[in-house]
């Protein structure tokens, strides 16, 4: 369906800012802010008719596009926001402390280190926990409840962030991103065969 179709916004160095809808991208078409496209796919958008030539407006929008850069993004210093739904997709809704698979009805936040101990509620300090062992450990270390973690929670960078917040990405938007996180990515493993 077009409306949920996404659309991969580049800067004009190549880096990926962000997700937009097809509304935002005809605007940036129209407005001269395309400075190339890249990618396999695309979707033809039909405009209205020429009152004078009958004839209907159309334009095609690729899935991924660079737009003129309004201002420089700096890529080292990027912290998503923490949020339950982009975490438990970081962590492949899968509880870090018993290793099951969960609906994500099914998932909580646990902080690793708690905040009544003094942890912070930031991306390396959180991870996905089934509701089950997040009573199980309360309000204590990992350490002192004898449940050890899985893997160790990190913060994505700002390509992994734009994967896990991807509702549907399609193969050449995936492989535009791919192409861009980093070797020691832990997304690398469970995405490279998307």
Not at 14 to 36: E, F, R
Request: aromatic share 8%.
């Amino acid at each position: 369906m077009i409306e949920h179709r996404q659309i991969l916004r580049l800067n004009s160095a190549g880096h990926p800012t962000g997700w937009i809808n097809y509304q935002v991208a005809v605007k940036l078409y129209y407005l001269d802010q395309i400075v190339y496209e890249c990618g396999v796919s695309s979707m033809k958008i039909m405009g209205g008719y020429n009152r004078l030539t009958g004839l209907r407006s159309s334009l095609n929008v690729n899935s991924i596009i660079a737009t003129r850069n309004l201002h420089k993004l700096d890529y080292s210093s990027f912290t998503p926001t923490l949020n339950n739904n982009t975490l438990f997709m970081r962590d492949a809704n899968k509880c870090l402390y018993c290793g099951n698979d969960f609906s994500h009805r099914s998932l909580s936040r646990d902080h690793v280190i708690p905040l009544s101990l003094g942890g912070k509620d930031v991306w390396t300090n959180a991870v996905t926990a089934c509701r089950r062992c997040n009573n199980h450990k309360g309000g204590k270390t990992p350490e002192d409840a004898n449940m050890m973690l899985l893997a160790i929670p990190f913060s994505p960078s700002r390509v992994e962030y734009l994967i896990l917040r991807g509702r549907k990405i399609l193969a050449d938007q995936m492989e535009f991103l791919m192409s861009h996180i980093s070797k020691n990515s832990p997304l690398l493993e469970r995405y490279k065969n998307f």
